[in-house]
Structure formats: C-alpha cells, structure tokens
C-alpha cells in the first residue's frame, strides 16, 4: 500500500487542493489511493512515449510511479505546497500552457468531477496529445454504493462527495465527440465508503467478491482513451474525390483509343 505524507499545517482547507489532502490522508482516502496506483501500474506501463502528465489538486498524490515515461510532469490546479522532488506547473485545466500535439499519455484522476467545463478539458487534451496519444480517466461510479453516498452528501461540501459525477456511457459518448476511441474500462473497489479503518479491514472480502458477482458496481473507475490519428468524416469525401478522378482517367483512356482507331 502506498502512503502520502503531507505537513499538516500548510494546508489550506477552505480551498480544493486542502480537501482533497485530508481526504486522501483519512483511512478511506490511504486505501483509495492503493487501489487506484495498482489500478495504474498495468496500464501505465504499457503506454510508451517521451513525456507525460499528471493533473491534479493534490501535489503528493504521485500517480505517475509506475510510468516507464521518463519525462514526468504535474498540472496543479489550485494553490498547493509542493516539494523539491516534484516538477509542477500551476495552470487551468481549461486552457493549458503547453504547445499542440506534443504529450504522450496524460492522467486525470478525479478531475472531471469538479470541472466546470468538462468540453473545454477534452478538448484541450485533444489539442496537447499527439496522434495516437492517451488519456487515462479515474472517477467515481455513479452507479454504485459511492453513487448511492454521493447522492445523499453532495450537499455537505465534504470531500470526494461535493463533485458532480459522470456516467461511464456519457464519458464514453463525449470522448467519441472529442476525436477520442476508448480502449480499456475497469470497474474497482467494491467495499462501501465507510472511514472507518478496522470496518474496512473487516470488509475486505467484498473486494474479491464484488470482482465475480457485481463488477458492474464498482465504486471507482478507469477509462483508458487513445486519441484517433485522424477524424473519420473526411475519408469518405476523399474517397469520392479520387473514385471520381479514376473514372475521369479511364474515360479520357477510351476516347483517346477511340480518336486512334478513327484515325
């Protein structure tokens, strides 16, 4: 299990960044965070390129670890204390300081949710990867215990529960809109959102069960989405255009044998 340390006393808890450090530093929070390493180590490692990034509001939160990448970045999008191991830019998750077309695989974990344009960010990550470049999702299910959690705490502002959360078809319908093909989607964590470490001990079965009987209804998800080389319209145009300019040729070919027999 993987652990994050942060210095207490820094945080800013009215802010985004401070919610999500407490968050993630509470039981609950610690074994969310394996569960979404481990869930990144096989993916990860079988994406290849020269750099990648990593949004996030929570600069300790390293998901790039097991990235064979060796050009590794982190998009911070609220105010937060950094670290000298950590190379973070401060930026808007709507408009980024980076050029087109030149980031391999990007990360979002738990991102979208608290998005207030979730178009604009699709098409900013459209915009930066390359060709056939990827974007590796990771939210919370709606169609779950934490959807059913979240439907009852939305209102109290507490962290993971105050974003607004996505369905995995709509996710997958605005990423087709994005000039996005998804190719890999894993439901995980089956046990319930209670911060409570010995309940979760006790609990832990469901995991292996959940995996067999309801997999469905996992509590988180990750949505792993290449970026197609080019846009599928064009090619039946161009496909007209040179069916066209074929049997043009063919035509001019017979007159041509034709004036040569006349003659």
């Not at 990750?222 to 319209?233: E, G, H």
């Not at 040179?242 to 040729?249: D, E, F, G, S």
């Given at each position: 299990m993987s652990n994050i340390f942060i210095n207490s006393e820094n945080i800013n808890t009215s802010s985004l960044s401070g919610k999500f450090s407490i968050w993630f530093n509470s039981p609950l929070g610690r074994m969310v965070y394996a569960a979404e390493i481990e869930q990144l180590e096989s993916i990860l490692q079988g994406l290849f390129g020269y750099h990648i990034l990593q949004y996030g509001y929570f600069a300790e939160s390293n998901y790039l670890s097991s990235s064979r990448i060796a050009n590794k970045s982190t998009l911070l999008l609220d105010n937060t204390e950094v670290n000298n191991n950590i190379i973070a830019i401060y930026t808007s998750a709507e408009q980024l300081p980076i050029a087109m077309d030149c980031v391999d695989v990007i990360v979002l974990p738990h991102i979208l949710e608290y998005s207030k344009d979730i178009h604009k960010i699709l098409q900013e990550l459209e915009r930066v990867l390359i060709d056939d470049g990827h974007v590796v999702i990771i939210g919370i299910n709606p169609l779950s215990l934490w959807g059913l959690w979240h439907f009852f705490k939305c209102w109290s502002g507490e962290m993971p529960w105050r974003g607004r959360l996505l369905l995995i078809s709509r996710l997958k319908n605005w990423l087709s809109l994005s000039n996005f093909e998804?190719?890999?989607?894993?439901?995980?964590?089956?046990?319930?959102?209670?911060?409570?470490?010995?309940?979760?001990?006790?609990?832990?079965?469901?995991?292996?069960?959940?995996?067999?009987?309801?997999?469905?209804?996992?509590?988180?998800?990750?949505?792993?989405?290449?970026?197609?080389?080019?846009?599928?319209?064009?090619?039946?145009?161009?496909?007209?255009?040179?069916?066209?300019?074929?049997?043009?040729?063919?035509?001019?070919?017979?007159?041509?044998?034709?004036?040569?027999?006349?003659?």
């Open positions: 998804v190719k890999e989607l894993n439901r995980f964590f089956f046990l319930p959102p209670l911060n409570n470490r010995n309940l979760l001990k006790k609990l832990v079965p469901l995991e292996l069960l959940g995996r067999y009987c309801w997999p469905i209804f996992g509590g988180l998800y990750v949505v792993v989405a290449r970026k197609r080389t080019a846009p599928l319209n064009p090619i039946k145009i161009q496909w007209r255009a040179k069916r066209n300019m074929i049997m043009t040729r063919i035509i001019e070919n017979i007159i041509r044998i034709a004036i040569k027999k006349n003659e």
